[in-house]
């Protein structure tokens, strides 16, 4: 079945810094991946997508790269700010339908 | 406009008591999903709802949980029965279509059993 893992649990970074968070999946059949940004107490929020005919897609201040070679896929966030301190997900779709698979959330905090 | 709508926000109920999560989709959207996120953990999914076909109930983690979307809008999660350890925050998400679309999801309920 699929899985999906993060690397790096924690990130602390300073302000003004790029901050990188990585995720490894499984299933080299997927062909959606999703990175999500969850604040306390709030619902996830959609930051920036790719789909698996893309190996690179950027958003403001975000970049998300995808290597389905060795399935894996990263988020770049440029010039990290404290507001940008939340928990990040990335999810991976599967061939079907929309069903998502979750990986466990880096926890990323941004000080001043 | 507005975005996925959920109630209550917070449920505490006693153990052996039934509960009733609701959910409204984005106007429009055909897909609703539901997941469930334990403290510190990532989302696990539940069931999902496409349209008028049969909904996907293989994340459903015993019979004590069902679900029923009506007119293919609104939605409501059932749990009964419940025990200390469905405590969570339950989340509910909608799409266009369910097919490589972005799912957008509601503020969750969050769910305590005493």
């Known amino acids: 079945g699929e899985s999906v893992g993060l690397h790096l649990p924690t990130l602390s970074v300073q302000e003004g810094d790029n901050s990188i968070i990585n995720c490894a999946y499984s299933?080299?059949?997927?062909?959606?991946f999703i990175w999500y940004k969850q604040e306390s107490g709030k619902g996830p929020q959609f930051i920036i997508d790719?789909?698996?005919?893309?190996d690179k897609r950027q958003g403001q201040r975000v970049t998300v790269l995808l290597n389905k070679t060795v399935k894996h896929l990263s988020l770049q966030i440029a010039a990290t700010q404290p507001g940008d301190s939340a928990v990040y997900f990335c999810?991976?779709?599967?061939?079907?339908?929309?069903?998502?698979?979750f990986g466990q959330g880096t926890i990323l905090t941004v000080h001043p | 406009g507005a975005g996925v709508s959920q109630s209550p926000s917070n449920k505490v109920t006693e153990k052996g008591k039934d509960v009733e999560l609701r959910c409204d989709p984005i106007?429009?959207?055909?897909?609703l999903y539901w997941y469930r996120q334990s403290l510190g953990q990532g989302l696990e999914f539940l069931i999902y709802?496409?349209?008028?076909?049969?909904?996907?109930k293989s994340g459903l983690p015993s019979d004590r949980f069902s679900a029923e979307r009506t007119g293919g809008s609104v939605s409501t999660l059932t749990i009964q029965r419940t025990q200390q350890e469905d405590s969570a925050v339950y989340l509910c998400?909608?799409?266009?279509?369910?097919?490589?679309?972005?799912?957008?999801f509601g503020p969750g309920t969050r769910l305590l059993v005493l």
């Open positions: 998400a909608s799409s266009r279509t369910s097919r490589q679309e972005t799912q957008y």
């Open positions: 709802f496409q349209g008028n076909s049969a909904p996907d």
């Open positions: 790719i789909r698996s005919n893309m």
């Open positions: 299933n080299s059949a997927s062909d959606y």
């Open positions: 999810a991976v779709g599967g061939t079907s339908y929309g069903k998502l698979t």
């Open positions: 106007s429009g959207h055909t897909a």
